[in-house]
């Protein structure tokens, strides 16, 4: 089938040419045939590169109205945004950023790019335009599985069905074992497939030999592991990416952690990889490019290992840093990147090979095993477009795990998708939502909108009865919920906490750390007291506490203890509290000036990690001010905290 025997438009037929594409690739004609330009509900569940995106403009360039294409992260919500803006006549709009906004301009838009989190604040804050959607497209649509967002997903998808019941939805899930579930759920027709346009193979390491899954084994170049120095993981991983790169290509190697990724980052610069790849001046530039970005040590190491041609990438750098890794490494600028598996879930990064040096994870107490739709999603990394002749995915292991490796990955299949619904947390989240919008206004009418989920779908007896009378408790005993009428209706709290974005808990925090605060004698009110009042809600991560901080920390909220809503013999969960004021502290810092570069140094945090809680806490003194304005109390301190924090004020010089 051929792009000029679609129902497009000549500009959009012209456009796609332009980009190298005439024929459409089997999934796309698949898409086609079930009726993805007719309206059609479609689900796909296809492999990495096998051009998903084309198979989405397809659906929403023939939609009758307005689209919206819904991804889970970002980085990815910019990449699509930047692909569909190059289509022609096509006016794109895009949602990340603020939680809590209307967004009410992006009405005026043929196409809107949003994560669902985004989504779901629109629909919760009324926005009009959900009901005019003629397309939806959901990215990534397994993250169903996905503990906290994956309720959020399902809950809105169901709310959007409502509101716009004609809407075609085009949902893209990676390969997974139950794509008909999901299809079954949407009333979809399924389109699945593993086709790919590079090749893949992939293969387990062990004994200085890789065993392929088309039957073949290859010896590793120059490699012997009865060498001590050649021998454990690192090293076998260091000589396959070695060989990939010497014979033209660029790696992806996998790895547990942060330190792991830079580690690694360290131990292959010894490679020469610049020089094997032939880079050497564009990795200087990459370098170079990396210090305009922003200083932080953490930054200067990426340059100086960018220019031997290696790179690190994980949440612990800033946002920016990581994009300057993904576009060089895309333009061929890197011949290598260590990666913690967030890489895997992200922007578009091929590489010739793959290594998967680790497959498990710390789980806090232990290790265990990742799921194989993780690993397949590194895998599947592997094989550039138009450039190498295969993909090859590696996981490393030695003589005692290879058959495990080889049973669970390379002829494992994916996990199903199941759905997260029945947590607790995400009812008392989305019920309070769904009656805070006006959706329901009872327990029943409460359980007839969660009957739309892909959780009632696949369940016989959706028995969430239970639980949705005792949040419903819970939320009228957090004023959020008052019986009304026979039924229930959201109090004025409630509808705030709903708006803002925040989750009940973070709510019912908000308002007792409020309450406490208006008690307090106003000098005492200072950034911290604002600062430790947000950063003790559910809603903000954690940060890590060490041994030795420990001390330290006691006795600095022993210091400023007048400034806090928290009392230390108030809380049930000391140690968290700990970690939460160890983030106000740091934010705290920030206000008062301290450069982001010295605040990373001196508290052992990533710069992304300061950079994502410094958003996050505009969000929730947002919130708060929100809140505390429902209850009548005035704190100018959240505001002027929040003003302190803007970007202009922490982005490194
Ligand atoms: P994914 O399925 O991972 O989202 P993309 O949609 O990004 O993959 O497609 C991967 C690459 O394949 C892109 O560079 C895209 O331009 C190209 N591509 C997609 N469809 C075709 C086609 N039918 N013919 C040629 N190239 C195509």
């Known amino acids: 089938m051929r792009v000029d025997d679609l129902p497009l438009s000549p500009e959009y037929v012209e456009h796609f040419r332009a980009e190298g594409i005439e024929e459409l690739y089997p999934p796309q004609a698949a898409a086609v045939e079930a009726g993805v330009c007719e309206g059609r509900d479609v689900v796909a569940a296809v492999p990495t590169a096998s051009g998903k995106t084309l198979l989405a403009q397809l659906g929403l360039l023939t939609a009758d109205g307005p689209g919206l294409y819904v991804c889970p992260l970002r980085a990815l919500a910019r990449e699509k945004y930047e692909e569909f803006d190059a289509l022609p006549g096509v006016s794109v709009g895009i949602s990340t950023g603020d939680f809590d906004s209307p967004a009410a301009e992006l009405a005026d838009h043929d196409v809107v790019v949003a994560t669902s989190e985004k989504v779901d604040s629109a629909v919760r804050n009324g926005a009009a ?13 397994h993250l169903l599985g996905a503990p906290g967002r994956g309720p959020t997903l399902e809950v809105t998808l169901a709310t959007l069905r409502r509101r716009a019941p004609d809407v075609q939805v085009v949902a893209l899930s990676a390969t997974v074992d139950n794509p008909e579930h999901v299809a079954a759920w949407l009333d ?17 390491y062990a004994d200085a030999a890789v065993r392929f899954d088309d ?50 980052a360290d131990r292959l610069r010894e490679e020469g990889l610049a020089d094997a790849a032939e880079i050497g001046p564009d990795a200087a530039a990459v370098a170079e490019e990396v210090r305009d970005a922003g200083g932080t040590e953490l930054g ?9 041609g290696v790179a690190f990438h994980h949440a612990g750098l800033r946002s920016q840093h990581r994009s300057v890794v993904e576009n060089a490494f895309r333009d061929r600028r890197l011949a290598v990147i260590c990666a913690t598996p967030t890489l895997a879930a992200g922007v578009n990064v091929p590489a010739r090979r793959v290594v998967v040096r680790d497959q498990q994870r710390y789980t806090g107490t232990g290790t265990e095993w990742l799921p194989a739709l993780e690993v397949h999603q590194m895998c599947g990394r592997a094989g550039r477009p138009h450039l190498d002749p295969y993909g090859e ?14 049973e669970r990955y390379v002829e494992g299949e994916p996990e199903a998708v199941e759905s997260q619904l029945r947590d607790r947390d995400a009812l008392r989240t989305h019920t309070l939502a769904l009656v805070a919008t006006g959706i329901a206004n009872s327990q029943a009418g409460v359980l007839e909108a969660l009957g739309g989920t892909f959780y009632a779908s696949r ?7 239970g639980i949705v009378g005792d949040v419903i408790g819970e939320l009228i005993e957090m004023d959020m919920l008052a019986p009304d009428d026979g039924g229930i209706a959201a109090t004025e709290l409630g509808e705030q ?18 309450r406490t605060a208006a008690a307090m004698d106003p000098a005492d009110v200072t950034p911290l007291t604002a600062l430790e009042l947000v950063c003790a809600t559910p809603d903000m991560h954690d940060t890590y506490l060490g041994e030795r901080e420990r001390a330290a920390m006691y006795q600095y909220a022993r210091e ?38 010295e605040l990373v140094a001196d508290y052992r945090i990533g710069p992304g990690d300061l950079e994502s809680r410094v958003e996050r806490t505009e969000w929730l003194l947002g919130a708060a001010g929100a809140v505390a304005a429902v209850l009548g109390i005035d704190l100018p301190a959240l505001e002027s905290t929040r003003a302190s924090l803007q970007p202009d004020s922490t982005e490194a010089p």
């Open 129 to 141: 335009w959900v009901a005019d959607l003629a397309c939806v497209v959901v990215d990534e649509v």
């Open 188 to 204: 979809a027709e399924l389109v699945e497939s593993d086709w790919r346009p590079v090749d893949l193979r992939t293969g387990v």
């Open 215 to 264: 039957g073949t084994t290859a010896d590793v170049d120059g490699f012997d592991p009865d060498d001590p120095a050649d021998g454990g993981d690192t090293e076998a991983t260091a000589a396959l990416v070695r060989e990939a790169v010497s014979s033209g290509g660029q790696a992806l190697a996998f790895v547990r952690s942060r330190r792991e990724a830079e580690r690694l």
């Open 300 to 308: 200067e190491r990426l340059a100086e290992s960018a220019a031997w």
């Open 393 to 406: 995915a590696v996981l490393v292991g030695d003589a005692d795990d290879r058959d495990e490796l080889w």
């Open 459 to 465: 369940t016989p007896n959706p028995d969430l009865g």
């Open 497 to 514: 906490v709903s708006r803002q974005y925040v989750t009940p808990r973070t709510g019912e925090r908000l308002v007792a750390g409020l």
């Open 560 to 597: 400023h203890g007048s400034e806090l809503t928290t009392g230390m013999g108030e809380t049930d969960d000391f140690e968290g509290w700990l970690e939460s004021l160890k983030t106000a502290r740091v934010l705290a810092e920030l206000v008062e000036g301290v450069p982001p570069e």
